[in-house]
């Protein structure tokens, strides 16, 4: 092998070795966002007898969109109050039951334990109910939030958003119609 050669090879190994380096680095600053996504009413309702309280379509559909293909981490009554795991996320379950299964989910005792199963995802969802959402919000990076613009009589509660914390950076407001008698606004907030 000629001195060119030679010198070509290595460059070309240390062009890898450099790519590879680049790849590490790139994964171990890879940003994630923790995002809150919730409906709740104008006075902060959010579910009663561990139920959801309206039926809003338009609502469902854009939580399935935001949320597919993202783990999602929820209270033990929030996954009780499904029929199912959610198809197309990795379900995360808290529960200070050491006895508890959840099929189709991975369950988990604390909160360490549920950011550990979410690292690698770009954009892991928290999914409530009220006392997750309590648990979770200060760590949380974005809140995307159906405010549903009625006062429901509920058992659980949305808490209160610190706007001195939160910025609103994004709003749809969507009004009544024949099939939705509520109005309703998708707003997402930054923390500051
Ligand atoms: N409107 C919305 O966007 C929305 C979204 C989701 C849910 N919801 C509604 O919210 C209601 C349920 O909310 P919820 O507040 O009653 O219950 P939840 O937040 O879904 O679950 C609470 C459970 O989480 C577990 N948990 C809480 N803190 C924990 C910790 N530090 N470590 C380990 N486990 C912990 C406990 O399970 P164990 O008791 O098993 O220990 C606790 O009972 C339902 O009505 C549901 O329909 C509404």
Request: negative net charge; proline residues 3%; hydrophobic residues 40%.
């Amino acid at each position: 092998m000629d001195t060119e050669t030679i010198k070509a090879k290595n460059n070309g190994l240390l062009y890898a070795m450099e790519d590879e380096k680049a790849i590490q680095l790139n994964e171990q600053n890879a940003t994630s966002i923790l995002t809150l996504i919730a409906a709740a009413g104008k006075n902060n309702a959010l579910g009663k007898d561990n139920d959801l309280i309206w039926h809003i379509s338009n609502d469902l559909k854009r939580f399935k969109r935001l949320t597919s293909g993202h783990a999602i981490i929820m209270g033990r009554k929030t996954f009780e109050s499904m029929p199912k795991a959610l198809p197309n996320r990795t379900n995360i379950v808290l529960t200070t039951r050491k006895d508890f299964t959840a099929a189709g989910a991975t369950v988990v005792h604390s909160i360490e334990a549920a950011l550990e199963q979410i690292k690698g995802d770009a954009q892991p969802f928290i999914i409530g109910g009220g006392e997750i959402y309590r648990l979770f919000m200060e760590r949380c990076d974005r809140i995307e939030l159906t405010r549903v613009h009625h006062d429901f009589e509920a058992d659980v509660y949305f808490p209160e958003i610190d706007l001195t914390q939160w910025k609103e950076v994004a709003r749809e407001d969507i009004f009544a119609s024949e099939d939705q008698p509520y109005n309703y606004s998708f707003i997402t907030y930054e923390k500051q």
